[in-house]
């Protein structure tokens, strides 16, 4: 059984960093796109970033020059390295990936369980 799993959230004061690492648990072939979504009390989940295989990045508006996104293909983890954090950026963040789990498979979307992060001073 293949899990995201998640780690990395927390308490931070506005202005402060977090960094959250994502990576599947289990055997598994390959791991293609991969990002991070958020979701608000209230909202709707979002896109906050994702990262081809090949390193191509895409940013929601509200998060660029203060995200940054980042993959090891080698251990098959995404990162976001968030600066600069609002208190708006508050939500459980999730992690998304397409893993193909054994040749000619196709591939699969997997989501993780999610992390909170909360930004408050």
């Known amino acids: 059984q293949v899990q995201l799993v998640e780690s990395g959230g927390g308490l931070v004061q506005p202005g402060g960093s977090l960094r959250l690492s994502c990576a599947p648990s289990?055997?598994?072939?390959?791991?293609?796109?991969m990002g991070w979504y958020r979701q608000a009390p209230g909202k709707q989940r979002e896109l906050v970033a994702d990262?081809?295989?090949?390193?191509?990045?895409n940013y929601a508006d509200s998060v660029k020059g203060r995200f940054t996104i980042s993959r090891d293909n080698a251990k098959n983890t995404v990162y976001l390295q968030m600066n600069s954090l609002k208190p708006e950026d508050t939500a459980v963040y999730y992690c998304?990936?397409?893993?193909?789990?054994?040749?000619?498979?196709?591939?699969?979307?997997?989501w993780g369980q999610g992390t909170q992060v909360t930004v408050s001073s």
């Open positions: 998304n990936a397409g893993v193909v789990l054994w040749v000619g498979v196709p591939e699969r979307g997997y």
């Open positions: 289990g055997t598994i072939i390959r791991v293609n796109a």
């Open positions: 990262i081809t295989s090949g390193g191509r990045t």
